[in-house]
Structure formats: C-alpha cells, structure tokens
C-alpha cells in the first residue's frame, strides 16, 4: 500500500527505527506489514468512528435511603397524632346530656281521702340544680314532673325552664300538684300504709332541652328520680332518696 509523503517527518540518516506520523485529528495510526510494503516509515491511515458510551447509573448513597425513611416515619407518626388530638377533640366537644339534682323538696299540702273515696291531693315543690357540662350553652324547654304510687302513675306537670350558660349550672323550680286523684285499685295498700304512718310516693323529673351549635340544634335530656316517704298526720317529708337516671 503507497503512503503518503505530505504526512512523513524528517528521518535522519542516522535513524534506524520508522518515525511516528504527526498527529492527525480523525485519524488512527497504525504501521503497514512488512509483506505489503517495504518501507519501514510508512503507516495506514484508520479513520476514527464513534464510541457509543453507556452511562451507568450511579446507586443511591445509603444515607439518603436512611433520610428517606426517616422521613416516611416522621409523616406517619405526625399523622397518628393529628388523628388522635382529632378524636380527643371530638369526644370532649360531644354534647352530653345535663346533670341533675334535688336540692329541696317541700310538702306544701296532702290530703288523703279514706275509702271508699280513697283519693289523693297532693302539692309538691321542687328544687333543681342543672349542670350543664358542654361548652355550648343548654337551652331548657320545659321541666316535667310526675308522681306515681306504688308504681300507678297519678298525674305530672309541665314547668317552664330557662337558659344554663356553658360549663355552667342554674336552679330551676317546679311545682307538682294533684287534685282528687283516685287510687281504687291500691286501696289495700293505702291502708297499710297509713296504719304504718308512712307513704312512700315516686317521684320522676325530666329537663328537655337542646344545645346551640353553630350547624344544628341536638336535643339534650336528663331525668332524676326520687324516692318520699311522707308522714300523712304531720304531712312532712320522713325520708327522700334521689338518684339519677
């Protein structure tokens, strides 16, 4: 194969190995075989072609892992606990029903009419305590009262209520009174039992009402029932024994 002269160096005489050719921008070098050429200087011109370079992915250094999950950890416990200041804050903001209590009973009048009538008169006053333990305010539609003996129903009342501020309690009255109540069918008992000197009446009081919230009106009710044992001569009040329903 003939060589280029334009591209061969100076060579001495002096010289006794082939000379490299200058540096050429697209080309590789590479001597020619002595069985093609007998010139020791000359050289074969390889043109250069693209190196396809494959870029490998470098993997993740392990910290960024760790950050990574600490990340994870510290979103799923920050949302446990907004779901559970959530949920506590639901239950304490759920209206409840108002406490009630008995903080006076007065026996203003009683007549007990022998058999054969075997009737009742009877007037009772009552003093209510309502606590109100929501942080909305409780709006009480009316308080009723009503009297049975010996587990026959005799009659009730209906009282005006008022307004309990949140957190907050409030006195409320009601007054119960019966008027010629017939109890024919208890009239064994009520014998006994004023030969005894002591009845024993049942007395159930209800406070309907309902909280303002923002959205909605939820109705409230509490009850509170009483046990009175009452002296028929000197009509007082022997014994009493209140419990909330």
């Not at 010139?39 to 910290?63: A, F, G, K, M």
């Not at 606990?81 to 959530?86: D, E, H, N, R, S």
Request: include cysteine; hydrophobic fraction near 35%; charged fraction near 15%.
């Amino acid at each position: 194969m003939a060589t280029d002269p334009t591209i061969r160096p100076h060579q001495s005489d002096t010289d006794t190995e082939p000379l490299l050719p200058p540096h050429l921008p697209y080309y590789y070098y590479s001597p020619a075989s002595s069985s093609s050429s007998s010139d020791p200087n000359s050289y074969l011109l390889i043109p250069s072609y693209p190196i396809l370079c494959l870029r490998l992915r470098r993997r993740r250094p392990r910290t960024l892992c760790l950050s990574s999950c600490s990340f994870c950890f510290v979103s799923l416990l920050s949302s446990l606990l907004f779901l559970l200041l959530l949920f506590s804050l639901f239950l304490l903001l759920w209206p409840s029903d108002p406490a009630i209590h008995v903080t006076h009973l007065h026996l203003n009048h009683l007549r007990i009419s022998p058999p054969p009538r075997a009737s009742f008169d009877l007037t009772l006053e009552l003093s209510l305590n309502v606590q109100n333990p929501d942080f909305f305010a409780l709006d009480c539609r009316s308080v009723v009262s009503s009297v049975s003996y010996r587990g026959r129903y005799l009659g009730s009342v209906h009282s005006a209520g008022g307004t309990v501020a949140a957190r907050a309690e409030s006195n409320l009255q009601a007054e119960l009174r019966l008027d010629s109540v017939k109890i024919v069918d208890q009239l064994v008992y009520l014998i006994e039992d004023l030969t005894k000197g002591s009845v024993t009446f049942d007395t159930v009081t209800e406070v309907e009402g309902s909280l303002g919230l923002i959205f909605a009106q939820i109705p409230v009710k509490g009850n509170i029932s009483c046990s009175l044992n009452v002296n028929p001569k000197t009509h007082s009040i022997v014994r009493q024994d209140c419990y909330p329903e």
